[in-house]
């Protein structure tokens, strides 16, 4: 039962860590705050700062959209009729949701997929050293994207050219596709540096391809040319961590790259205070 009629119910849906997860989380306290009535589906419960937690099965690797969006949807079927409104912080994840029960909003932070084609590699070639599994995957990925974002009442896009792109390959209307920035919640301005030597070049996220870290590597020894107390620390987790370990052999450039793994965001401060280029 609703606690007035005043009192809005949210239902939060999506996964609480890396990038997309602190996302959540801030929105979470941002709801909760402005007194929302939450409910929260994900597969990391430890990770949800409130609301009422509903958890699900946590899948893994880069196949898990579909079985993670069915475990979701699954989820969300318990408890839409005690929500007036239901939010994916990441809308791929509406896959098998309809939103004949009541209004569907979610939260696009990318368009990898939404750029790919089946007769162009762009996005893929020159980014993965598996780069033709991809290509198929990402253009499935693609072709889901373009029926489930149809559900939407409103996707809300991070930035202007997510917006563009989203409304240019999928042809939703731009008046659906509303842009908000990503808020900001800093760190410690006095958190302790790490004690590291040199110039520090910094890198924290998973999935290390997308994100750059090939280019990155190859770049390393142009940097120390100039720079040669250049250091390179890479903060995060990724399945390719082996694959780029293995071309900072090849580069001669283990030397000065440190994988560090996952931390915690606190720790996260100190290395963001240690770094001369992030």
Known sequence: MRASAETLRVCIVGELTGGVGVYGKNLIRGLDKSGVDLTVITPMPEHAPAGRVVPVARWRGRGRWIPQSLAFSQALRHVRKDVDLVHFTDARYAFFT????????????DYFYAITDWLSSTGSRAVYKDWAARH??????????????????????ISSAVTDQLAARYRLPRDCLPIVHYGIDYGPANAEPMPLQGQVVLLAGSNFQRKGLGVLLRAAPHVLATVPDARFVIVGSSP??????????ELGVEHCVQFVGQVDYQTLYRYYRSAAVY
């Open 136 to 157: 198929v995957y990402y253009n499935l990925m693609r072709m889901g994207e373009a029926r489930t974002f149809q559900r939407f009442d409103r996707i809300i896009c």
């Open 98 to 109: 309809s939103r004949r029960e009541g209004p569907l909003v979610g939260t696009m932070n």
């Open 240 to 249: 390719d961590a082996a694959l780029m370990r293995r071309l900072c052999r």
